[in-house]
């Protein structure tokens, strides 16, 4: 089985940083993209930032110059480090994963089990 695990999350002021990160633990061959969505009260699920295993990334244009993702792949570890935080960020943060659990299998797709970020003076 495999599993997302992601901390980090919590109340910080406008202006504030916060860093979150996101484990990826179980039965893995290798991590293709690992990357962070984020979904608000009554909105869709949007991709925040995301990470290949060669060091490509992708960023929404929400929070470009602000947020920055990191990967450790010795770890199977996803980072996201965000500053200069608005309260429009504020959402439930997921961590997400397209993984092979072995050689040559079909990439599977997993996700954490959200993690509340809340900006708010």
């Known amino acids: 089985q495999v599993q997302l695990v992601e901390s980090g999350g919590g109340l910080v002021q406008p202006g504030g940083s916060l860093r979150l990160s996101c484990a990826a633990s179980?039965?893995?061959?290798?991590?293709?993209?690992m990357g962070w969505y984020r979904q608000a009260p009554g909105k869709q699920r949007e991709l925040v930032a995301s990470?290949?295993?060669?060091?490509?990334?992708n960023y929404a244009d929400s929070v470009k110059g602000r947020f920055t993702i990191s990967r450790d792949n010795a770890k199977n570890t996803v980072y996201l480090q965000m500053n200069s935080l608005k309260p429009e960020d504020t959402a439930v943060y997921y961590c997400?994963?397209?993984?092979?659990?072995?050689?040559?299998?079909?990439?599977?797709?997993?996700w954490g089990q959200g993690t509340q970020v809340t900006v708010s003076s």
């Open positions: 997400n994963a397209d993984l092979q659990v072995r050689p040559r299998s079909p990439p599977l797709n997993y």
């Open positions: 179980g039965s893995i061959f290798s991590i293709n993209v």
């Open positions: 990470a290949t295993s060669g060091g490509s990334t």
